[in-house]
């Protein structure tokens, strides 16, 4: 829509912004019941203070973070998964990430958009391990995600759809001025001879390693090298390749 103009001074615990859908695809591994669940994707604002008086919401004072990585995770089973969000502040935020819960806004078949309830985890998952464990395959490494950068590491064997949520907190000064939760979906599926994950060369000595040490100030420059020989399972075309910079 146009832009909404919002007066006024958001509450203790922030004006929240939601938007909610029915139902869940029934494909979903992690959590029970999924075409009973409904989807609601939310983000939080909190007030602004000046010598501890807080301002009106209008004008604006703040932009929440964005990210640069899209929520569509296609993956493979038995690979080391690292996924970086991406995100970044407009005003240089701090920025802190942790699991969160997907709520459902339609409790009983009924929108209740003021006390949405928490969705239920099937076995061996839950909100803060979403993904799979040992428990469902001995080579399973349990997800972490590292609550300074929000990068997300796990290995899977086992196959399925899985549905995550990081809650991204920007703090100025101390002060927490929003939160986005962001819910996606990571398909993780057998690739075999189908496809197989991009092979990247390493920049630095000779090769062998994507770490080294710079001195402040110098200019840096390397070559990134990726190949991918899979084809498209319908048209048969080249696969395709897109690097994007980004910093921790």
């Not at 501890?52 to 919401?57: F, H, K, M, R, T």
């Not at 699991?99 to 928490?118: C, M, R």
Request: charged fraction near 10%; hydrophobic fraction near 35%.
């Amino acid at each position: 829509s146009n832009p909404i103009t919002l007066n006024g001074v958001p509450g203790p615990n922030g004006w929240v912004f939601s938007w909610s859908l029915c139902c869940r695809s029934v494909n979903l591994t992690n959590i029970s019941n999924p075409s009973t669940a409904g989807i609601c994707i939310r983000s939080k604002m909190y007030s602004n203070s000046s010598n501890g008086i807080s301002l009106n919401a209008n004008p604006c004072f703040d932009n929440s973070p964005q990210f640069t990585e899209k929520p569509v995770v296609n993956l493979c089973t038995g690979y080391p998964v690292s996924f970086y969000e991406g995100a970044f502040d407009k005003e240089l935020d701090s920025l802190a990430y942790s699991w969160d819960k997907p709520l459902n806004e339609y409790v009983g078949g009924i929108f209740n958009q003021t006390n949405p309830s928490a969705v239920n985890f099937d076995t061996n998952y839950s909100f803060s391990s979403p993904f799979p464990t040992a428990a469902l395959h001995p080579q399973n490494i349990a997800a972490t995600i590292d609550p300074y950068t929000g990068e997300i590491n796990y290995t899977s064997f086992t196959q399925g759809n899985f549905v995550a949520v990081v809650k991204v907190s920007s703090y100025r000064n101390g002060k927490l001025n929003s939160e986005i939760f962001r819910e996606y979906v990571h398909i993780i599926q057998p690739c075999g001879i189908n496809n197989n994950a991009p092979v990247f060369a390493a920049p630095f000595n000779n090769a062998s390693s994507f770490d080294t040490t710079i001195t402040a100030g110098d200019a840096v420059h390397f070559s990134i090298l990726a190949t991918d020989n899979d084809l498209m399972p319908v048209t048969s075309n080249p696969q395709m390749l897109a690097i994007f910079a980004g910093s921790d």
